[in-house]
């Protein structure tokens, strides 16, 4: 079982409720982050958003689909909401917002492990290559994220 640990940043030029929002509604995810082929509500939370779920299909650079499904663990509207991920790729996503002077600061934790047996046993020569294929998919949401927002993306890291 490989493990892996992401960290991205967007700097978005708007108001952190907005991009909350935006974030937060993953359903409509396919509308504006390319590389999200389906994004499914599959089971309602609470009032607060608490244990819903969605099953979530991928595609980037690489020529395969990863498919999996998170339930919402942790809502805590508009500065953090995380899930558990479960499928081909299974393990914690956490989404933090921050907001100062008209900018949102958007950290994304992904610490996760492959569940596909390909994908285990390519870890040790094809580890760069998932890194850099995560930052490209996590900067195309970026970048969809501020043109559906009409904003500026400062920076995606």
Same mark, same amino acid.
């Given at each position: #079982? ?6 991205? $940043? ?8 907005r991009v ?8 409509r ?18 009032? $607060?958003?608490?244990?819903?779920? %969605? /099953? ?8 395969? +689909?990863?498919e ?5 663990? +942790? ?21 933090? !917002?921050?907001?100062?002077?008209g ?10 492990? $492959?569940?596909?047996?390909? #994908?285990? !046993? !390519? $870890? ?13 998919v #996590? /900067?195309?949401?970026?970048? %969809?994220?501020? +043109? *559906? *927002?009409?904003?500026?993306? !400062?920076?995606?890291?």
């Amino acid at each position: #079982m490989a493990e892996y640990r992401f960290l991205t $940043t967007w700097l978005i030029e708007a108001p952190r409720e907005r991009v909350w929002e935006a974030i937060f509604e993953s359903e409509r995810w396919p509308e504006w982050w390319k590389g999200v082929l389906e994004a499914e509500k599959t089971a309602e939370g609470d009032e $607060t958003g608490v244990g819903q779920r %969605g /099953r979530y299909v991928w595609k980037s650079k690489l020529p395969y +689909r990863l498919e999996f499904s998170i339930r919402t663990t +942790r809502v805590e509207p508009p500065t953090l909401f995380e899930g558990e991920a479960d499928g081909e790729l299974a393990g914690i996503g956490r989404w933090r !917002l921050f907001e100062q002077d008209g900018v949102t600061a958007v950290l994304y934790e992904w610490s996760v492990h $492959t569940t596909r047996a390909l #994908m285990n !046993l !390519l $870890t040790p020569i094809a580890r760069p290559i998932f890194a850099v294929n995560h930052d490209y998919v #996590m /900067r195309n949401g970026g970048e %969809g994220l501020a +043109r *559906l *927002l009409d904003a500026r993306l !400062l920076a995606s890291d």
